[in-house]
């Protein structure tokens, strides 16, 4: 039972126009939330996060949204560069209970097109 | 130069034989983590160190045991390696007190035949 869904295995998007990849969650415990990003042969890197308690942020051309209410989040990557061709993973924390670690989504491939 | 390192890169072993893969982090983190990643159901975590003492299981522990032989190790082990437990394996780390930005090695692909 997917707590973290990521519902698009694969994105599209030509060069200089804007990414916009998807993340829903189910889990109301989940108080932070990040992107990665993964190369092949490579361990996913950190790419922006959100506190539950905010509602954007962002860094340079990447820009995270989120929505409690929706329970939805989104990041948008502007201009897109080919360099972002990469699988994209969202992941969460949840708070308290002492438990760690994170709750990934299956990841978006995202494939920017010259 | 890696923060985070992950030996083997890749291993192919039978069924039935004991496996250790290791990870080291020069970062000196508290927390250390293991994940697997199989191929379209993203990472999943198997066990998680809040220091060398304090060791946890994870949401897929089973048939899986690991050790925390310093702040800057901790290995996963198969015991009897079995062929469902072929995947790509991520060990990752973070400071305690910080918000979660776990850093991650670059996996060991593991098959089992």
């Known amino acids: 039972d997917q707590q973290v869904k990521q519902n698009s295995p694969s994105l599209s998007v030509q060069e200089g126009r804007i990414s916009i990849l998807n993340c829903d969650y189910t889990?109301?415990?989940?108080?932070?939330f990040l992107w990665y990003k993964k190369y092949p042969a490579e361990g996913p890197t950190f790419l922006i996060s959100?506190?539950?308690?905010?509602d954007k942020n962002e860094d340079g051309r990447f820009t995270v949204f989120l929505n409690k209410s929706a329970k939805h989040l989104s990041l948008h990557i502007v201009p897109s560069q080919p360099g972002d061709s990469a699988v994209y993973f969202c992941?969460?924390?949840?708070?308290?209970?002492?438990?760690?670690?994170?709750?990934f989504g299956k990841g978006t491939h995202l494939i920017i097109q010259p | 130069d890696a923060d985070v390192t992950q030996t083997p890169r890749n291993r192919i072993t039978k069924t039935g034989k004991r496996i250790m893969l290791e990870c080291s982090q020069t970062?000196?983190?508290?927390?250390m983590y293991w994940y697997r990643q199989d191929p379209g159901l993203g990472l999943r975590l198997i066990y998680y160190?809040?220091?060398?003492?304090?060791?946890n299981k994870g949401e897929i522990s089973d048939g899986y045991s690991v050790s925390r032989q310093a702040q800057a190790k901790f290995s996963l082990s198969l015991e009897s390696a079995i062929p469902n437990q072929t995947a790509l394996y991520f060990c990752?780390?973070?400071?305690?007190?910080?918000?979660?930005?776990?850093?991650f090695g670059p996996g060991t692909r593991l098959t089992v035949l």
């Open positions: 992941a969460a924390r949840r708070s308290g209970g002492g438990a760690d670690g994170l709750t």
């Open positions: 970062k000196g983190h508290d927390r």
């Open positions: 160190s809040f220091d060398v003492k304090d060791i």
């Open positions: 990752a780390s973070r400071p305690s007190g910080s918000t979660d930005t776990q850093y």
């Open positions: 889990n109301s415990m989940f108080d932070y």
């Open positions: 959100i506190s539950s308690i905010k």
